[in-house]
């Protein structure tokens, strides 16, 4: 079966490999569809209720996320810094992308008249004055719900909020106010610090881009020298060149044809395709030179040469398909597009390394077995093969030393992997020194949080959130969460309520609070005195809802109809409360986040609550994280187990292929634990990918030593043998798919970088396992599996 492909191949090279160029043109023409989305909520599936009712807030509010500005400028309460700060305003509300602006110079007001309340914007009239400006300053600083939010408590600090219009993209909203930030004119001489969700998400694109073109070209750049130096000929170097580059381009070109965009999971495809399409490549060539020692035509030594590598190059790809697969398992969008697409980029390099290789080698002349080049590549891999061989009798005279030195191994690895943090940060994903780490700490040192949770409160009905009992159940949450650690600024319909209520009697301290079920009005009658109309002061009572809704009235009169536009519906059903928050971590939100369910479930009785946000999503992302860990990670040794289980006929050979993975594995969590490395979205797949590129390794020396065995060599010695005939290749391997994903430990974001390391870690580690743990488990416990191979071998010959 497997030597039917070599067969057709060879019967006429030229056309397969015109074959392949053209459909490489045609799927590679599906790379101009390519986007890019960095956006982390879109890895979140619809059923989760957090996902739900934050898709569900466009439709009910006019902006679901905003950009944040912070500007920290000695001359922000002057007569000139009001005056920049004004035009600053008015120029970021003009951006199409912005919904409305909340900031120091437009915020609301709200003062008391003969006739009810007057609403003014604070910077109007514009302060002309000394005076006018501490007027000013004073003004903003008296209003709880603007201190601490868009000024700081102590005046040396302005924010602005800036609402993003509902169906503009995050991305493009926050480039265009970083434009007006680094415009020398249009920041008004201001440093302007623009953090926010909406922000990480344009830097993440903008990093990714350079990523991607950076790493991806680093990695061709180191498995090139690697290939020269292996094997020192231009075939040795273009062949599996072309087999990677190929391998990225279809799958690219699939992606852009489906319509998935580049995320920052899918960000390091192409380097895991180079990595991994190269070594088909490596263990076919190394093949391929070794049996051109003994001389022949070029297309008996690619047929002889195939016909030993056909089998265990389909299997490999096969199980190295399924770790990715296994992903799939993860429910996180982008990782489960990171594992489909990797492992159709898998299938290709292999389809690439079964036909475009040898139908190349088939029309090229056999390397010259006389040529000094030649001399020299063989000296080097004898050389090299007799060490492995040394190595190999090594591990058959001192077997258990070996296995206790491991098994010592294996135990510290797991006191390791029991302190794996399990951590989620895109700030931290970010440099210390980069523009959106600066801005948030900034941000967070005066004003108290760039990370957003929402709760949405849902009263049921038209008018409900008017009602009294309602709102004094949002005021205590809000109470509560000002008092809890991390958080910064609270922002609801109450404020505003508890303001108007605080001017309309008096503009007292006393009175900064909402209405009651029922509240005592003060009010004048007039009465019949000696026959003359007298007013008479009366007391009277009032249902506090129809305060309430006299308040707002009386506010939408003299403000703008829309100022609540983002804080309650139009119908007063629903109501969203906007909290900020100084960290991303997982740990911070996960704690705080269960606090507030639990202040919800006690407080809230009958009211509904929910939250939503980027809090609430960061920590669904990062449960489903730690589930989705556990599953990938089961799936895919099932697989491979089941793969190589068909492939050497055995359950029990299997199983021994699987046990470097574990070894592997241990290794990788045992590094995380003791590295302080946290498990998240970007670790998580380090797993998946050692098994399915790690089982590599196992599969070439089982089927290696199996064939030894078969030759008639006994346990022992058919280890030194198979070391010389495959272990080089295998350890080559090994190393030029780290250094292809070492490329990734120079990405700027850090998460991206330490899954480079942990991969390459990885393919080290499984190799050794291979070379080391099987060797030794082989000749210990004598698998009778490989015995009754050899009797079958016997019975066939002797029929």
């Not at 015109?18 to 590679?28: A, C, K, M, R």
């Not at 007057?118 to 709880?144: I, K, N, S, Y």
């Not at 609801?492 to 309520?497: E, H, K, W």
């Not at 707002?552 to 909290?579: I, R, W």
Request: aromatic residues 8%.
């Amino acid at each position: 079966m497997f030597l039917g492909i070599t067969e057709k191949v060879l019967k006429d090279p030229r056309r397969w490999i015109l074959s392949l160029v053209v459909l490489t043109l045609v799927l590679g023409y599906g790379m101009r569809f390519l986007t890019a989305d960095t956006d982390v909520t879109n890895d979140l599936p619809r059923r989760i209720e957090a996902k739900r009712l934050y898709d569900q807030i466009e439709e009910m509010f006019p902006a679901k996320e905003m950009v944040i500005v912070g500007i920290e400028d000695p001359g922000l309460f002057t007569v000139d810094g009001v005056a920049r700060l004004v035009r600053l305003t008015h120029r970021f509300e003009s951006l199409d992308v912005i919904q409305s602006v909340m900031g120091p110079t437009n915020a609301r007001i709200i003062e008391a008249a003969d006739d009810g309340i007057v609403v003014r914007e604070a910077a109007d009239p514009l302060p002309m004055t000394r005076a006018d400006v501490e007027a000013f300053e004073q003004d903003l600083l008296d209003q709880p719900m603007l201190r601490g939010a868009i000024v700081s408590d102590d005046g040396k600090a302005v924010a602005m909020l800036l609402f993003i219009r509902a169906g503009v993209r995050e991305a493009d909203a926050a480039e265009q106010v970083i434009a007006i930030a680094d415009d020398g004119e249009a920041n008004e001489g201001f440093t302007i610090h623009v953090a926010g969700r909406a922000a990480a998400t344009y830097w993440s694109k903008i990093m990714m881009g350079r990523d991607m073109g950076m790493l991806s070209g680093a990695a061709l750049a180191i498995v090139i020298l690697l290939l020269l130096v292996s094997f020192r000929s231009a075939r040795g170097v273009l062949l599996p060149l072309t087999v990677v580059v190929s391998s990225v381009v279809w799958t690219l070109g699939l992606m852009g044809y489906l319509g998935h965009p580049i995320t920052h999971s899918t960000e390091v495809l192409p380097i895991l395709l180079i990595a991994i399409g190269v070594a088909d490549g490596i263990h076919i060539l190394k093949g391929y030179y070794a049996r051109a020692r003994r001389g022949g035509t070029a297309r008996d030594i690619v047929f002889d040469t195939m016909a030993d590598l056909n089998r265990p190059v389909i299997l490999t790809s096969i199980t190295t398909a399924c770790g990715f697969l296994a992903l799939n398992t993860s429910g996180i969008e982008s990782i489960m597009t990171l594992g489909f697409f990797t492992a159709f980029g898998v299938i290709v390099a292999m389809v690439f390394s079964l036909v475009l290789i040898p139908a190349a080698l088939a029309l090229l002349e056999p390397p010259a077995t006389s040529s000094g080049a030649a001399e020299n590549r063989r000296g080097r891999f004898a050389a090299v093969e007799l060490v492995a061989e040394r190595y190999g009798a090594f591990l058959v005279r001192r077997k258990g030393a070996v296995a206790g030195g491991v098994g010592v191994v294996i135990v510290l690895a797991i006191i390791g992997a029991t302190m794996v943090p399990v951590e989620m940060s895109t700030i931290s994903n970010f440099p210390s020194d980069h523009p959106l780490r600066k801005a948030t700490d900034m941000i967070n040192r005066h004003f108290g949080g760039t990370t957003s949770l929402v709760v949405v409160v849902e009263g049921g009905e038209p008018d409900a959130i008017k009602d009294p009992a309602v709102l004094e159940k949002m005021d205590k949450l809000e109470e509560y969460l000002r008092a809890t650690p991390h958080v910064g600024s609270v922002q609801s319909i109450t404020g505003f309520i508890k303001q108007l209520h605080r001017v309309m009697h008096g503009d007292t301290d006393s009175a900064y609070r909402l209405p009651h079920e029922l509240e005592e009005e003060k009010g004048f009658d007039y009465v019949e005195v000696d026959g003359k109309e007298v007013a008479k002061e009366v007391t009277f009572t009032v249902p506090g809802k129809e305060l309430v809704a006299q308040y707002l009235a009386l506010y939408e009169m003299s403000g703008k109809p829309d100022d609540f536009a983002n804080l309650v519906t139009y119908d007063y059903s629903t109501a969203k409360m906007n909290v900020l928050i100084d960290s991303d971590r997982a740990s911070v939100l996960n704690a705080l986040v269960a606090d507030v369910r639990a202040f919800i479930a006690d407080n809230f009785g009958d009211v509904k609550a929910e939250l939503t946000g980027m809090a609430e999503l960061l920590r669904a992302v990062n449960q489903m994280v730690i589930r989705g860990q556990g599953w990938s990670i089961l799936s895919s040794l099932i697989l491979v187990w089941i793969v190589t289980s068909l492939m050497f006929r055995s359950s029990i050979l299997g199983v021994f292929s699987t046990l470097p993975l574990f070894f592997s594995l241990f290794l990788n969590f045992g590094v995380m634990g003791m590295g302080g490395i946290a498990l998240n979205v970007m670790t998580m797949a380090t797993s998946s990918v050692a098994v399915g590129v790690g089982i590599d390794y196992a599969i070439h020396f089982v089927h290696r030593y199996q064939h030894e065995r078969l030759s008639g060599l006994d346990f022992e010695t058919a280890v030194p043998a198979t070391m010389r005939a495959s272990g080089v290749a295998i350890m080559l391997n090994a190393v030029t798919v780290a250094a292809g994903f070492a490329a990734l430990t120079f990405s700027e974001f850090h998460g991206v970088a330490e899954m480079g390391f942990l991969i390459a870690l990885t393919m080290l580690t499984s190799a050794f396992a291979a070379l080391t743990i099987l060797p030794v488990v082989f000749v210990m416990f004598r698998p009778a599996a490989f015995t009754r191979a050899a009797r079958a071998r016997d019975l066939k010959q002797g029929e």
